[in-house]
């Protein structure tokens, strides 16, 4: 990609994460990412179609940032390392907390902690579908109820619902999920 094209879209995307940020307006406009990004409206048009292009881009970033620290810290080939999933989701919403923060509490953003799950499921099913010792049928089941209440967990703890330090939160709930497949007895 043209270094151009990749700085201007550089400078969308923060000035959307600035906008998402600004406590003052809430309301969140082309015209204010333009001005934001310090280019014109057509500009913008080059590159995005609307503001949910932007944010699609932004959470897939966000997203394959979680999945290169999972390669990164062998979550795939360790089958006995449960907490990496934990850590590479705390690490991504550590460096950006209050953005994170904001898009936790705007139901506008919802798409981006279902993609989350999404992923959360299918590393789920790709590390520990063969090695825990339950039903394949069942295998769905787990995958699921796992990653919706890891999500639900980090978003409530974005949320502010609960009084733990990132970390420790992140720490119980490993614990959680080593205790889940432990009692599975994973092969």
Do not use: C
Request: charged share 30%.
């Amino acid at each position: 990609m043209d270094r151009r094209i990749q700085k201007t879209k550089v400078a969308i995307r923060e000035a959307f994460i600035d906008l998402i940020l600004d406590k003052k307006d809430p309301k969140i406009t082309i015209t204010k990412i333009a001005k934001f990004a310090n280019i014109d409206r057509k500009t913008f048009y080059l590159h995005y179609d609307s503001i949910d292009d932007v944010f699609k881009e932004l959470a897939e970033e966000k997203l394959n940032e979680i999945l290169v620290m999972l390669e990164n810290n062998n979550y795939y080939d360790d089958i006995t390392n449960f907490i990496v999933i934990h850590d590479a989701i705390e690490e991504v919403l550590e460096v950006d907390v209050d953005f994170y923060r904001k898009i936790a509490m705007d139901s506008n953003y919802h798409p981006f902690w279902k993609q989350l799950e999404s992923l959360v499921r299918h590393a789920i099913l790709t590390v520990y579908g063969e090695h825990l010792n339950i039903p394949q049928a069942l295998l769905p089941i787990y995958s699921d109820f796992y990653a919706s209440a890891l999500v639900s967990v980090f978003v409530k703890w974005l949320s502010g619902d609960y009084e733990l330090e990132l970390s420790e939160m992140g720490s119980v709930v490993g614990k959680i999920m080593f205790q889940t497949f432990e009692y599975n007895n994973i092969r």
